[in-house]
């Protein structure tokens, strides 16, 4: 009897998804939009079904950012906080939304917030993904200062994910910004060492070193068109792909 998963489809066997906030947001919005939420769920419920294991960590832009609060005036410390209980915030959303599609579901966090999620450990994460569960790290790292895009490097390279899929809202990187500039050139691929010297926004520099030193690819496409994590995962030329070399 079949249990609804796809197999030897898939180019990979387990990775991370970065998942900005404003995914779970309309375009352009603030907070959740269930249509947005219950769209993203989906997309990953039926990449699930490939049988392949997948991590997840997610940002709070779509709530709050501790860079900006603390460019408006707030402590940064403070701010980073804040920021790290919006992504908590947007995991048992997420967490919800997937429970609801039929994929089991287990958040992580690196604050201890237990009446609401389990603390993060290394071992259990991994546990949960050989029972075939998804799970959320929300909390980033724990640490003010670090973004959620060094949380998921750093948790990829724990969980010994084979890539990290950074899902953002254009299809690749480009030279410039190309919602700005018509002239921005899209590059298929990218070494880190290029994206460094570019100065390219695909991630911060502390994440991109951390890839670049642990070896652990990157592939960045846009999560709105239609089964791109799915694509992704079977190992589709889609977005850029950023490497050693």
Known sequence: MSDGTEPGRTQYKRILLKLGGESLAEVGGFGIDQKALQGIALEIAEAKNLGVQIAIVIGGGNILRGATASNLGMERVT????GMLATVINAMA???ALEQAGVPTRVLTALDIRQVAEPYVRRRAIRHLEKDRIVIFAAGTGNPYFTTDTAASLRAIEIEAEVIFKATKVDGVYSA????????????ELT????????LKVMDSTSV?????????????NVSNQDAIKRAIMGEPIGTRVGVS
């Open 192 to 199: 880190y060492l290029e994206v460094l010297k570019k100065g």
């Open 79 to 82: 701010a980073d906080y804040m």
């Open 94 to 96: 997420l967490q919800s």
């Open 177 to 188: 910004d190309p919602m700005l500039d018509p002239d921005a050139v899209k590059f298929p």
């Open 209 to 221: 070193s951390l890839c670049m030193d642990n070896k652990l690819p990157m592939v960045i496409f």
